[in-house]
DNA sequence: TAGATTGTTAATCGATTAACAATC
DNA sequence: TAGATTGTTAATCGATTAACAATC
């Protein structure tokens, strides 16, 4: 709803500010220049300005930003709604270690439930949340309408899984298989995080590392 | 060594053709043209073929591509020395699931050995890989010249830790935590994979999401 | 007022896309 | 030869950076 304007590049910084503005009110600043915010962030000062100016600017001219209001209008522009609700499919190594990550580091993110095709699992719970069948996702869904989808299942479930999401209603997903989930709903926000490819570019860089910088 | 002129976006695509080509190597296809690829990738048949150029140019005029000299090219390319050798620090949660994950998925990634500041897990395997004390990393290093660390540690953790890190001799990290280890040396490839970054900038997409594509 | 720093417009830079000659 | 498709140069597009007027 609202501010259509900001690119990918910019939506992506955005964390990263908060991140860093959240340390400086942690440490009692009050007030923070662009100038100041481009060297933690490695950027420039005008990087910086024309950022916020995306959402229609959060400084004062002659004086700077107040770090408080930075916190409060970034915070509020990655959760408008104070917080988003998403479920998790895949109760396994990395699904649990996730469901660990989202209920103990991500603030803004509530998880209500956990789906498995493994009947072993099911009935159970991981920290505390319920292990529900993997065929009663769509019910569960639209029932109580999450936001998000976390997939943390193997890339045949995930084919199996990609033509329910639409009926399942979730807006985005927040991806670690390399199933492409926009195939069917072009709609879908799809967030992948893709650990083979990040570490197979970490290896092309090691290994191609000319240190000429 | 060799090859300068990747820029990070070239670099990023290719552990993407690398898996699209592994399956059209897999569904036994023997050649492929620009168009094809841009179809798969989501992109356009002349960035393909500006990528593959940044490389020397692996087609044929008139011909196209042959899938199986892509795949070994690429292969190379990312690989250059049949695999990289690394060590995980931090046997936590995410730790165990991202040695997991080495060991099971990453190919070219040998893990060799784990490290962890808890007593009472030093001298245990996790995944049948050996656990140290992290305050021995530096000589293990030193002795087996790991290419690359991967940091699954706290925050707090890192901050001590990333002091030493130029005395390990890597040539770069894997960092899922949320320290800068670039701080202390400027020359050293840092990968970051900040799931927390993540999952904010997919809550603001989905928060602000107006359809209108 | 003078100094500082933003908001915003203009210039630059780099990446993507288009065009076309080379060639299989 | 004609058709297809690459390699490569040129044009476009978008993001970053610089400049400067507005203003605290």
Redesign the interface.
């Known amino acids: ?4 304007k ?1 690119s990918l590049p910019v ?2 910084r ?3 500010y ?2 860093y503005i959240s340390e400086l009110k942690a440490m009692g600043k009050t007030r923070v220049s662009s100038s100041q915010l481009a060297e933690i962030m490695g950027s420039t000062p005008s990087q910086v300005r024309q950022d916020f100016n995306c959402f229609g600017g959060f400084g004062q001219q002659g004086i700077g930003y107040s770090v408080d209001l930075l916190y409060s209008e970034i915070e509020h ?5 104070d917080h ?1 609700n998403a479920v998790l499919v895949g109760a396994g ?2 699904g ?3 469901a ?3 209920l103990n ?2 603030d ?2 509530n998880l209500s439930a956990i789906f498995d095709n493994n009947i072993n699992l099911v009935g159970k719970t991981l920290h505390n949340i319920r292990i529900f069948n993997s065929d009663d996702i769509v019910e569960y869904c639209q029932e109580h309408k999450p ?2 989808i976390i997939a943390c299942i193997p890339k045949a479930a995930a084919e199996k899984f990609a033509p329910v999401l639409s009926a399942t209603g979730v ?2 997903v ?1 991806n670690f298989t ?1 199933y492409d989930f926009s195939i069917y709903d ?2 879908l ?1 799809v ?1 992948n ?21």
């Open positions: 709803m609202s501010t259509p900001a939506i992506r955005l964390p990263r908060f991140r522009l990655l959760f408008p709604n988003i190594s990395l649990a270690t996730i660990n990550f989202v580091e991500a803004g993110v936001d998000l807006k985005g927040w390399h072009k709609s926000i967030e995080v893709h650990l083979r490819d990040s570490l197979m570019a970490l290896s092309y860089r090691i290994s191609h590392n000319t240190d000429d910088e």
